[in-house]
T-cell receptor, first 112, second 114 residues
Framework: DGGITQSPKYLFRKEGQNVTLSCEQN?????MYWYRQDPGQGLRLIYY???????QKGDIAEGYSVSREKKESFPLTVTSAQKNPTAFYLC???????????FGQGTRLTVV | AQKVTQAQTEISVVEKEDVTLDCVYE???????LFWYKQPPSGELVFLIR??????QNEISGRYSWNFQKSTSSFNFTITASQVVDSAVYFC???????????FGQGTELSVKP
């Protein structure tokens, strides 16, 4: 089935460790996005990519990094520089600008 | 600045009441797209509707309706005869051409009580 897959669903890490969240889509979409969701703050854009080998910072990119080596994949690394990494992370992909974005099920990251 | 504002953080209604969720946006672009999404407790966002900036026609889909007014930069969402299953967080979003960003409002948590 076509869709967008995030893994794992739950992730625990010790403070100071980098961690990579996976996002894969088989919808042949050019655009991909990463969002962070905290209670009461909605979805905040971390990074987005409109084409392979290119990506742009969103509104809260500090402490995060991404890569877009393949059209299907857009992994997000939460580095030790991110001061408050515990959150719910959502990945999305979209085709043309006038079409809706499809979302993964999300990864809940807890840093202890 | 490009921005989406959902001023209502939480709304609580009793089943069968009508409820309107407000969305106000800001953009310098003349071409843009507006969306509404629903986030049930499972966490995955579900697409509800999209509108482009050149189409101000209101839309009705079953119990759902949307009112798009460029003059007030608003794209409001009304649920008629609400049901308990409508309980969720609802997000309004804006996609604008300059840079290709897709940004969301803060979300409105709707609670429909039996």
């Amino acid at each position: 089935d076509g869709g967008i897959t995030q893994s794992p669903k739950y992730l625990f890490r010790k403070e100071g460790q980098n961690v990579t969240l996976s996002c894969e889509q088989n919808l042949n979409h050019d655009a991909m996005y990463w969002y962070r969701q905290d209670p009461g703050q909605g979805l905040r854009l971390i990074y987005y990519s409109q084409i392979v080998n290119d990506f742009q910072k969103g509104d809260i990119a500090e402490g995060y990094s991404v890569s877009r080596e393949k059209k299907e994949s857009f992994p997000l690394t939460v580095t030790s520089a991110q001061k408050n990494p515990t959150a719910f992370y959502l990945c999305a992909s979209a085709g043309l600008p006038n079409t809706e974005a499809f979302f993964g099920q999300g990864t809940r990251l807890t840093v202890v | 600045a490009q921005k989406v504002t959902q001023a209502q953080t939480e709304i609580s209604v009793v089943e069968k009441e009508d409820v309107t969720l407000d969305c106000v946006y800001e953009t310098r672009d003349t071409t843009y797209y507006l969306f509404w999404y629903k986030q049930p407790p499972s966490g995955e966002l579900v697409f509800l509707i999209r509108r482009n900036s050149f189409d101000e026609q209101n839309e009705i889909s079953g119990r759902y309706s949307w009112n798009f007014q460029k003059s007030t930069s608003s794209f409001n969402f009304t649920i008629t005869a609400s049901q308990v299953v409508d309980s969720a967080v609802y997000f309004c979003a804006l996609h604008y051409n300059q840079g290709g960003k897709l940004i969301f409002g803060q979300g409105t948590e709707l609670s429909v009580k039996p």
